[in-house]
């Protein structure tokens, strides 16, 4: 990958820990800060199999949604805490990535994206019907936030500084896979899996590597989340959110980890503008969408490498 300068990280990170003394700790201000570092998680989740696999994961939600239900549903019926449920969602979550990818191996392009995208609506259809273990419908209400040092978490500092923390490890760790083994591996694969696999590459075991990291560390921001909002329900965890997240890492640049983060902060904030603006207008607040698909057309018109392009360790002969 294309080194960016360490002076740029530190100052990013330095700035992320002061922000909420910058903006006066308003609650508001640090919500949205909380929901864009959540979807800067789950873009960085879900650039590892679209971005540095090169499979296009129409269904990344899913993930989102096991991890949300069974940090709840561990809460709720078994009273385990959140620093328990947050591990053991992100187990659950690995091992449908696996279920999930195993069977997928061979598949490519648009046949696997199908299957990506009927396996979100089959986890969504199964939190809506099966009202005996997840209420349905009317969702998981009280699900406890998370303490520490026998108090626990009140308003959203906490929760920003935790997941924080979260996405500055995921990026570290990102970055050090990315110019590991593994990751020149999945940007063969990316680049062209016939030669990869030509060249010795075990593209099976390295796709299903791929499909269990990406899944797991969805089903951690949705255990993050369940803990966060207190309240779950299917309609959380629409297609939608899918579409979105891939978005995120489209417009900074598949498979650049800055380029995921860039993403999430553009679009959530936007989105929260947008909200705002529309709401003065009288206009519903779907509206907005029109606009991301503005800045869609517009990224693939004019800069359709992202606006933090990463240049490939292997390079197809094409």
């Known amino acids: ?47 590892i199999v679209p971005g540095f696999t090169g499979l296009l994961d129409l269904g990344y939600v899913g993930f989102y949604a096991v991890g949300a239900y069974t940090a709840g549903l561990l809460s709720l019926a078994f009273g385990v805490s959140f620093w328990l449920a947050l591990p053991l969602a992100a187990l659950n979550g690995a091992l449908w990535g696996v279920l999930r990818g195993a069977p997928t191996l061979r598949l ?16 969504v259809m199964v939190a809506k019907n099966e009202t005996w273990l997840t209420r ?3 969702g998981l209400p009280g699900i406890p936030p998370p303490s520490a040092l026998g108090a626990s978490f009140r308003g959203e500092l906490p929760f920003y500084y935790l997941i924080l923390t979260v996405a500055l490890l995921l990026i570290v760790v990102s970055r050090r896979i990315a110019a590991s083994r593994v990751g020149r591996a999945w940007f063969a694969i990316r680049e062209d899996e016939v030669a990869a696999e030509a060249c010795g590459i075990d593209v099976a075991r390295y796709k299903v590597t791929a499909f269990a990291l990406s899944a797991a560390v969805g089903a951690s921001a949705g255990a993050f989340y369940a803990h966060w909002i207190t309240f779950i329900s299917p309609g959380a965890f629409q297609f ?43 206009l519903p607040e779907d509206t ?13 018109r ?11 360790t292997v390079k197809s002969e094409r």
């Open 288 to 300: 907005r969408f029109i606009f991301f698909g503005l800045v869609m057309v517009l990224m693939m």
């Open 240 to 282: 939608w959110e899918s579409v979105l997240i891939l978005c995120m890492i489209v417009l900074g640049g598949m498979g650049s980890v800055p380029g995921a983060v860039l993403g999430a902060v553009i679009l959530v904030s936007l989105s929260e503008v947008l909200r705002s603006l529309l709401g003065q207008f009288g």
């Open 136 to 138: 349905g419908p009317m």
């Open 302 to 312: 004019f800069r359709p490498e992202g606006l933090l392009p990463v240049k490939a």
């Open 1 to 47: 990958m294309r080194p960016r300068p360490r002076w740029l990280w530190t100052g990013a990170a330095l700035f992320a820990l002061t922000f909420p003394a910058l903006v006066g700790f308003d609650a508001y201000v640090c919500h949205v800060a909380v929901l864009v570092l959540l979807y800067a998680t789950l873009a960085l989740g879900l650039n």
């Open 108 to 123: 490519t392009g648009d046949y696997f994206a199908i299957v990506t995208f009927g396996f979100s609506e089959l986890v």
